[in-house]
């Protein structure tokens, strides 16, 4: 009998303990558990959760804008441009842009730069601005450029901050998009 109470108490344990560590986990339990959750945008679709990368100048990105496919170099950087009056600062960008052949036409807007504010948060609206005095003859602006070209030419962001980063949207599904710091 006491041998039946026994083995009544040791089938009874395991059955506890199995129960408590059967989540069809294989993994290490000493190991932090991870969890995907999707980040959205404002509008509530799915936005990459990956960090964007840093563009730095030289640095080649890729273009994913709706139809529109091909690649973005920044070619250099300009900070506090004279440029306008008031509070704002500008930053001179120049890019070389290259389109796929059979893809859609883009004009440099399209191109958006909007500025990463101290607290980490995107300004609401974005930092291209079309100012022709800013730049000087030599400083082509970048304008509409067709598929299976190449054009090199300089956009302006007017910011609240003489110096920090933009972050620069070249991709549909935001799985492309860097961050340029100035």
Not at 1 to 14: F, K, L, P, V
Not at 94 to 111: H, I, K, Y
Not at 112 to 136: F, H, R, V, W
């Amino acid at each position: 009998m006491r041998m039946h109470i026994y083995a009544a108490g040791i089938i009874a344990t395991a059955l506890v303990l199995s129960a408590c560590g059967s989540s069809n986990d294989d993994s290490d339990s000493n190991s932090p558990a991870t969890v995907a959750v999707p980040n959205t945008s404002a509008n509530g679709t799915q936005v990459a959760a990956s960090e964007p990368a840093i563009l730095k100048p030289g640095d080649k990105t890729g273009i994913s804008l709706g139809s529109t496919r091909g690649t973005a170099t920044l070619e250099s950087i300009q900070t506090n441009i004279p440029c306008g009056a008031g509070e704002n600062f500008y930053q001179a960008l120049e890019f070389t842009v290259t389109l796929d052949p059979g893809t859609s036409f883009m004009t440099a807007a399209s191109l958006e730069l909007t500025e990463i504010l101290p607290d980490g948060s995107q300004a609401t609206s974005k930092s291209n601005i079309s100012i022709n005095g800013c730049l000087s003859e030599d400083e082509p602006v970048l304008d509409t450029i067709r598929h299976g070209s190449t054009q090199r030419g300089w956009i302006v962001a007017k910011t609240k901050q003489d110096g920090g980063s933009l972050y620069f949207h070249t991709d549909s599904q935001n799985n492309m998009d860097s961050i340029i710091e100035f």
